[in-house]
């Protein structure tokens, strides 16, 4: 059985970092595509972060670009969102995702898996 389980969530000042863990089991890491997702209350959920591959492209929603970074371990089955300068709008449910490897990064919602999600709250 395939699970995500994320980490790291949590309250944080405006100007803040956090690092989000996305854990996989049930399949190797390895080459898959990996991303992050969020949804804010009241709003649509977005993608902001994809990588197409272990060695493939990175890309970010304008929303984050800058601000944060995604990575593997695949020795470590998981993948990491780093969130820096975050600011009361970054506040949401945050997502994991993963997918075989992909020729793009696209904010599709088409990932084969998908993490619980975990809160993250800025304060002002």
């Known amino acids: 059985e395939v699970q995500l389980v994320e980490s790291g969530g949590g309250l944080v000042q405006a100007g803040g970092s956090l690092r989000l863990s996305c854990a996989a089991s049930g399949f190797t890491l390895d080459d898959y595509a990996i991303g992050w997702f969020r949804q804010a209350p009241g709003k649509e959920r977005e993608g902001i972060s994809c990588?197409?591959?272990?060695?493939?492209?990175?890309d970010y929603s304008d929303s984050v670009k800058g601000r944060f970074i995604i990575s593997r371990d695949a020795t470590k089955n998981t993948w990491y969102l780093q969130m820096n300068s975050l600011e009361p709008e970054d506040t949401a449910v945050y997502y994991c995702?993963?997918?075989?490897?992909?020729?793009?990064?696209?904010?599709?919602?088409?990932?084969?898996?998908w993490g619980q999600g975990t809160q993250v709250t800025v304060s002002s």
């Open positions: 995702v993963a997918d075989p490897p992909r020729p793009a990064c696209a904010w599709d919602q088409r990932y084969d898996f």
């Open positions: 990588q197409t591959s272990r060695e493939g492209s990175t």
